[in-house]
T-cell receptor
Framework: DAGITQSPRHKVTETGTPVTLRCHQT?????MYWYRQDPGHGLRLIHY???????DKGEVSDGYSVSRSKTEDFLLTLESATSSQTSVYFC?????????????FGPGTRLTVL | AQKVTQAQTEISVVEKEDVTLDCVYE???????LFWYKQPPSGELVFLIR??????QNEISGRYSWNFQKSTSSFNFTITASQVVDSAVYFC???????????FGAGTTVTVRA
């Protein structure tokens, strides 16, 4: 299994507070992604990174920012959390050298914004 | 823009029945990847298969089989002789061959009753 961890795994916070989710990989893969999963929508891409300090927006990036200062870490920040950001967040990694271009997913973070 | 449609929201079958999950996609890319992922009740995302757009050969893996038809932009998934352990949400996904961003369908919940 690919070495991907997410922290925290569960978080409850209040509207208006900042929240940072961390994705950590031990595979030295180039690409990292943040998705959110909501009923009826499957997974939707928030932001992704194609290298250290190289990031780009995904389909649902409003209200989120990311940073990648090291290959192994990709941080997702909600500057001021809203109830609509209650979701399950998944991090994924991939690398062009991977056989079959598989994206490996982390275990997910369940975030509840009250 | 890429779009993946899984028209079936939920499917319920009795054990040993066959079940087919439909997936229709839209993309402007001439080359792309198609995927199926499984999400069991425990919540993790499990990679099942990846197909290249230039390889329309159907594939069978144990009780799983996939039918890729580029002419109808479909990538359907069949579970033969279903088992209770097949109960999960199944996602179809599509990515380009440059940045490997995944676009997911909304998912199909499969319930296999004993």
């Amino acid at each position: 299994d690919a070495g991907i961890t997410q922290s925290p795994r569960h978080k409850v916070t209040e509207t208006g507070t900042p929240v940072t989710l961390r994705c950590h990989q031990t595979e030295n893969h180039r690409y990292m992604y943040w998705y959110r999963q909501d009923p009826g929508h499957g997974l939707r891409l928030i932001h992704y990174s194609y290298g250290v300090k190289d990031t780009d927006k995904g389909e649902v990036s409003d209200g989120y920012s990311v940073s990648r200062s090291k290959t192994e870490d990709f941080l997702l920040t909600l500057e001021s959390a809203t109830s609509s950001q209650t979701s399950v967040y998944f991090c994924a990694i991939s690398d062009r050298s991977l056989r079959d271009n598989e994206q490996f997913f982390g275990p997910g973070t369940r975030l509840t914004v009250l | 823009a890429q779009k993946v449609t899984q028209a079936q929201t939920e499917i319920s079958v009795v054990e040993k029945e066959d079940v087919t999950l439909d997936c229709v996609y839209e993309t402007r890319d001439t080359t792309y990847y198609l995927f199926w992922y499984k999400q069991p009740p425990s919540g993790e995302l499990v990679f099942l298969i990846r197909r290249n757009s230039f390889d329309e050969q159907n594939e069978i893996s144990g009780r799983y089989s996939w039918n890729f038809q580029k002419s109808t932009s479909s990538f359907n998934f069949t579970i033969t002789a279903s088992q209770v352990v097949d109960s999960a949400v199944y996602f179809c996904a599509l990515s380009g061959m440059v940045d490997y961003k995944l676009s997911f369908g909304a998912g199909t919940t499969v319930t296999v009753r004993a």
